[in-house]
């Protein structure tokens, strides 16, 4: 079975600038997560959708972070414009059931804002 | 915040058992422990987890205290693959949880 893909692998951008992050789910998992990792911390959750509706945004900076799920399936998360406190590993993640031991997360994706 | 405290680092010899302590001393009567790992520059992945009964599995054990306040993920047979970031977590299970990982501890297995 394939994994959770992401796109790019790495990005490096200067501030003010934008990127977006592309992430397909495992086949058949209706939750995704999106996750940012900053060097040395554990994974801290952005969003959380289920199908194409978002469960919690609640720590998702949305003066510059945007993240849709438009048909359920793929995933693109977005940010404009980029500060160097971005600098992290956006990490995917899919679930069929939702639940904590059934989340299969992606390689990430590695920003550096310079 | 993270619901759990983990030692920043540990490490063991390759071939003998790893023990991890997490203490989660808040715990709730319907929170699950769970246990991730992190691999360098990968993305997290699922150990093993446990409401009140011990556990095992082709990974790992995992040893709940009867006060369920502190738990152990044991490695039986550390490699030198296992050496990673392991993360102790306390969520409930169901359609809408969610991870909330702490810093983890850090093991490394030496040769």
């Known amino acids: 079975e394939a994994g959770v893909a992401q796109s790019p692998r790495y990005k490096i951008i200067e501030k003010r600038q934008s990127v977006a992050f592309w992430c397909n789910p495992i086949?058949?998992?209706?939750?995704l997560y999106w996750y940012q990792q900053i060097l040395g911390q554990g994974p801290k959750l952005l969003i959380q959708?289920?199908?194409?509706?978002?469960?919690?945004d609640s720590q998702l900076p949305k003066d510059r972070f945007s993240a849709e799920r438009l048909k359920g399936v793929d995933s693109t998360l977005k940010i404009q414009p980029a500060k160097l406190e971005d600098s992290a590993v956006y990490l995917c993640?899919?679930?069929?059931?939702?639940?904590?031991?059934?989340?299969?997360f992606g390689e990430g994706s590695w920003l550096t804002v310079v | 915040d993270a619901k759990t405290t983990q030692p920043p680092s540990m490490d063991c010899a390759e071939g003998r058992a790893a023990n991890l302590p997490c203490n989660h001393s808040?715990?709730?009567?319907?929170?699950?422990v769970y246990w991730y790992r992190q691999i360098h520059s990968q993305g997290p992945q699922y150990i093993i987890h446990?409401?009140?009964n011990n556990e095992t599995n082709e990974m790992a054990s995992l040893i709940i205290t009867e006060d369920r306040k502190s738990s152990t993920l044991i490695l039986p047979h550390a490699t030198l693959r296992d050496t990673a970031v392991y993360y102790c977590?306390?969520?409930?299970?169901?359609?809408?949880?969610?991870?909330?990982f702490g810093k983890g501890i850090t093991l490394s297995v030496r040769p």
């Open positions: 993640a899919s679930s069929l059931k939702g639940s904590p031991n059934t989340i299969y």
């Open positions: 086949s058949g998992h209706a939750t």
């Open positions: 959708f289920q199908n194409n509706g978002v469960v919690d």
């Open positions: 808040t715990i709730s009567g319907n929170e699950y």
């Open positions: 446990g409401l009140k």
């Open positions: 977590i306390v969520s409930v299970t169901g359609a809408n949880s969610k991870l909330t």
